[in-house]
């Protein structure tokens, strides 16, 4: 009996990673040419300042349209991307056009306030021995103030101790970069990580903000993270702030960073510029 539900357990299995290797192989394949044939695109998420309701940040987010595969989602195509080596060079290009727009968006914000364009970087990018050095080299071909760029990571990044990954952590801590621990809460969660680093930001993860108005345990678990980072000097980013309870409570309760659809989807460039709180009130009024 157990035997023979084993080896139905077995065959389900099987065809199941069989269609997942043939449809992988696939975007594999589509994948190897998005980039020469201009599929791939950023999209930018506004990040809000929680007191000032002033945008401070942009989220870079990749975006992937293939003709015959139609949306592929970065969940699907990045971890794949990352088995084989790709996403070097696909992250190579979404930094380039993220400071190719921060500039733009920079010079379109009124007031001088900075805007910070927080980039996702994997595993495989910061084990290249040469990865700091192309970040300077990008910020600096791009006039980019290194400053201006975070760098979003996360715990998996961390845990192996890989010195390459060590030694290109310090080399962009020393350039002026920020770096900021992404999904906080959901990996391992070691909280080592938050001292062991030059972490500047913590981005806790959606699932710990998606029910705070609407369970009392919830919004005390966010209470703590929040008063944590507080105390270890780390800044908070609230991610999948889906509505204006969620981020009364976020604020209040001292988060200082929101991120989520309430305040705006990820978007095109252009369009990053009509959210709310990305032009300084002074500079509308004149318009
Ligand atoms: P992430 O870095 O944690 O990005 C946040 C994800 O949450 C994004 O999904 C964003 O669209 C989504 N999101 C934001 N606000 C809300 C909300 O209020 N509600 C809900 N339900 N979702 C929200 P997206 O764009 O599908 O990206 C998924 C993941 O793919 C990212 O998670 C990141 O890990 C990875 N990724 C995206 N772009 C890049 C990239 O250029 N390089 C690398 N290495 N990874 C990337
Ligand atoms: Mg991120
Ligand atoms: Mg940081
Ligand atoms: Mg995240």
């Known amino acids: 009996e157990i035997k023979q539900s084993t080896r139905n357990g077995f065959c389900l299995f099987n065809r199941e990673m069989n269609l997942r290797v043939r449809n992988s192989l696939r975007i594999d394949a589509s994948l190897r040419l998005a980039l020469e044939r201009n599929e791939l695109r950023v999209v930018f998420q506004p990040i ?84 700091a050095a192309s970040v300077a080299q990008t910020a600096e071909r791009f006039g980019v103030p290194p400053h201006q760029l975070e760098l979003e990571l996360t715990e998996r990044i961390l845990v192996d101790d890989n010195p390459v990954v060590h030694d290109n952590i310090r080399a962009l801590d020393a350039l002026g970069v920020s770096l900021s621990l992404d999904d906080f809460g959901t990996g391992y969660s070691s909280l080592s990580y938050l001292t062991r680093f030059p972490l500047d930001t913590v981005k806790l993860d959606r699932s710990f903000v998606q029910d705070i108005d609407s369970n009392p345990q919830s919004l005390q678990l966010a209470t703590a993270v929040i008063a944590m980072c507080s105390s ?44 709310p709180g990305f032009v300084s009130e002074s500079a509308l009024n004149v318009a």
């Open 48 to 131: 809000v300042d929680a007191n000032s309701r002033r945008v401070m940040k942009a989220e870079a987010l990749l975006r992937w349209h293939n003709p015959e595969l139609g949306h592929i989602p970065p969940d699907r195509f990045i971890p794949l991307a990352e088995e084989t080596g790709q996403i070097v060079a696909i992250g190579a290009w979404v930094l380039e056009e993220s400071c190719r727009q921060l500039l733009i968006l920079q010079a379109q914000r009124g007031d001088g306030l900075p805007l910070m364009m927080s980039v996702n970087v994997s595993a495989r990018q910061l084990s290249e021995p040469d990865f």
């Open 232 to 275: 270890l000097g780390l800044a908070l980013v609230a991610e999948g702030v889906e509505n204006g309870a969620q981020a009364e409570l976020l604020h209040s309760r001292g988060c200082g960073y929101l991120q989520g659809y309430h305040f705006g989807r990820p978007v095109a460039p252009e369009e990053l510029a009509r959210v």
